[in-house]
């Protein structure tokens, strides 16, 4: 388990630096471009790069912080810090860099028409097929896991833990969104002389940004206090739980995320009758072995039996 749940940590690492990387460059080409020609949807886009490179130092700081060991105070380990992180880059860099586009974009609306656009045109393109790597790589890395759990791309990504696949798919999606809206707020003012489509450009890429950042905090808030795995997969547990000789059926059954890459799970199982304690303490190892063999991010297993008196008691 630990090793495929260390190789999952190690992509999404990689995932994240390699749109670090990208996005920083882009950034720079952005707002040379921006300065040279005059285009608020250019200066934008550059602050719209600034805040997925910053997003991005941060999740990466997300990883190496939730990789700490448990301890004492945190005995189920810092997995969730993650989530917190993810917020608080959703709160600022989003968020700022979205009111900047958007205020950026108003006062440009009224402004004298700039010319010149080639190098703004260029900085474009070669900014798409960049972010068109890093979003390929995304993509990858999403098939992998959903096929990993016998699921649809788009339903894993809608409750995957994982924040920072989640993340840098949401960044590069609104990152090749922003480049077609400032290309054709380009394109328009250049057409009509008229400063407003590059201007509006600006606004739509900042509003762009504001509902990144909305998506991210939804989603993370909700891991953030504690979110159970979904109902499908939560069936799959008990169904696995239940295949057991021993196991006549389970009861109460608890998911917790602890973390993008853990799991928690407790249940209260009822044994056989004819089982004794050692068949019993023999049936929930295999039970956690099993459990833990399919389903490598599940780190915890809680079993406790309980008896007909006690699901009585319950119901």
Not at 51 to 62: G, H, W
Not at 234 to 257: C, F, M, N, P, Q
Not at 266 to 295: K, M, N, P
């Amino acid at each position: 388990m630990g090793d495929e749940t260390g190789a999952v940590k190690s992509e999404s690492v990689i995932t994240v630096v390699v749109a670090a990387l990208m996005n920083l460059a882009i950034a720079v080409a952005k707002l040379v471009a921006g300065l040279l020609s005059g285009s608020a949807a250019m200066v934008s886009e550059a602050a719209h790069s600034a805040a997925d490179t910053v997003t991005q130092i941060m999740l990466y700081a997300a990883l190496r912080n939730s990789a700490r060991p448990a301890d004492e105070v945190h005995p189920f380990g810092y997995g969730r810090t993650a989530y917190l992180w993810a917020v608080l880059a959703a709160a600022c860099t989003f968020v700022a860099g979205g009111l900047f586009s958007i205020t950026h974009g108003v006062h440009s609306m009224s402004e004298e028409a700039e010319t010149g656009f080639l190098v703004s045109y260029i900085v474009l393109a070669i900014a798409f097929v960049l972010e068109g790597v890093s979003f390929l790589r995304t993509i990858r890395q999403l098939r992998s896991e959903s096929s990993r759990w016998s699921t649809r791309p788009l339903r894993l990504l809608r409750v995957t833990p994982d924040t920072t696949l989640k993340a840098v798919f949401l960044e590069d999606s609104a990152a090749l969104i922003g480049l077609l809206l400032a290309a054709l707020g380009l394109a328009l003012t250049e057409i009509t002389g008229n400063a407003f489509f590059d201007g509006a450009a600006s606004v739509l890429i900042g509003v762009l940004l504001l509902i990144v950042a909305v998506s991210l905090g939804r989603a993370n808030i909700s891991l953030l206090v504690g979110r159970s795995v979904p109902p499908r997969l939560r069936e799959v547990i008990r169904a696995e739980l239940e295949a057991h000789d021993d196991i006549t059926g389970v009861g109460e059954l608890l998911t917790l995320y602890l973390g993008p890459t853990e799991v928690l799970v407790a249940a209260r199982v009822d044994f056989r009758d004819a089982a004794g304690g050692a068949a019993i303490e023999r049936t929930g190892r295999s039970a956690e072995a099993r459990l833990r063999e399919r389903f490598p991010s599940i780190r915890y297993v809680f079993l406790s039996p309980y008896g007909p008196s006690d699901g009585d008691r319950d119901g």
